[in-house]
């Protein structure tokens, strides 16, 4: 069994910069953020695959998001900077604990979910 807790999100004027966290309890293989802004989908950011510690960035938003991870605290970042209106959203990070298949953006593959923190981003 797996828990996410995240925190970090806020209201923050676009340009701005935001830390989101992850504490993280139990075993897991990949690790991700997601959004999902009202109305629509919820789609992968960022992901961490917690042994090799790869990482995969959203075309979206490279170069603005980075993910992170403090094995010593169990813990996910991800650091999004020049933030923008756009980014307002509810972010979930997620956890699986096996390979499997599929990609690491796509949803139905993360067994574990956190309950979310919403940023948001006036211009």
């Known amino acids: 069994q797996v828990q996410l807790e995240e925190s970090g999100g806020g209201s923050v004027q676009a340009g701005g910069s935001l830390r989101l966290s992850c504490a993280a309890s139990g075993y897991t293989y990949t690790m991700g953020w997601f959004r999902q802004a009202p109305g629509k989908e919820r789609g ?61 953006y796509d949803v139905d593959k993360y067994q574990y979910w956190g309950r979310g923190t919403q940023v948001t981003v006036s211009s």
Do not use: H
Request: include cysteine.
């Open 44 to 104: 992968g950011v960022a992901a961490i695959y917690i042994s090799s510690r790869g990482t995969y960035c959203a075309d979206s938003v490279k170069g603005r998001f980075t993910i992170s991870q403090d094995n010593a605290k169990n813990t996910l970042y991800l650091d999004i900077d020049s933030l923008k209106p756009e980014d307002t959203a509810m972010y979930y990070c997620a956890a699986r604990t096996s390979a499997g298949g599929g990609a690491w």
